[in-house]
């Protein structure tokens, strides 16, 4: 089982999880062009694509996966209050393959099962996704305002986690966003804060971790050093260990084995 991001941030954000010959892509807030090019930084094609599933509506996350998924032919997996809120994104003449989940409910696509989770944030019906090839599983968890219980439920015990530290509080306090704007990225329905991010960590059985990665960082209310910082004081561990989900490159290809 492995993982890689194509881009992960307010631009864009996509992630690829393979299991043997499964492939399943999480969100697509990219263009068909600029998506093309981000999977053949990793090797890959569209027809090397089973799915994309869908966390929730927002631009940044479904914007170019209905575009993407008719014109490979990609079957999509998306909560019925997501399906309500994405119709503006699909192209005109469109052919799509739409399969709608519930969100307590885990589904199969060949080798791979997905689990959905409902998640606080500002749309329709958002879940999250844990990935698992029956003995490892990956924990996915961006676009949170807050944690829950549940969260920590789902994500306890996952061998590697791509988990938000989408802002600094101080930085997001002294920095350039409006202040409604403010209010809505650091409120229950916003995204998580570092040391959010880190309280979630510490409330986790990581005795399995090989890997976890920060994503979703503010460009402006937020540093990569300052997300790895957080987590690794949970952890106890160097900072280099603490992958980043860039922007621009993702990051490459992780194996949990």
Known sequence: MRFASLGSGSAGNALVVEVQQTR???DCGFSVKDALARLARLDLAPSDINGIVITHEHDDHAGGAFKFAAKYNIPVWLTYGTLKMVTRYFPSQ???QLNVVDSH?????????VQ?????????????YVFSDGHRSLGVLTDVGRATPHIE???SGCHA?????????TMLQNGPY????KKRVGGDLGHLENSDSANLLSKLDNSRLQHIVAAHLS????????AKTALAQVLGCELDWIGIADQLQGFDWRAII
């Open 24 to 26: 399943l892509m999480l």
């Open 94 to 96: 469109h052919v799509l």
């Open 105 to 113: 409910t885990a589904f199969t696509v060949k080798d791979m099962e």
């Open 116 to 128: 959905p989770y409902p998640v606080p944030h500002d749309a329709r019906e958002p879940v999250q």
């Open 153 to 155: 439920e789902k994500l």
């Open 161 to 169: 986690l791509v988990l938000e530290c989408n802002h600094d509080a």
């Open 178 to 181: 409006s202040w409604p704007l």
């Open 219 to 226: 460009a402006k209310n937020n540093t990569p050093l300052l």
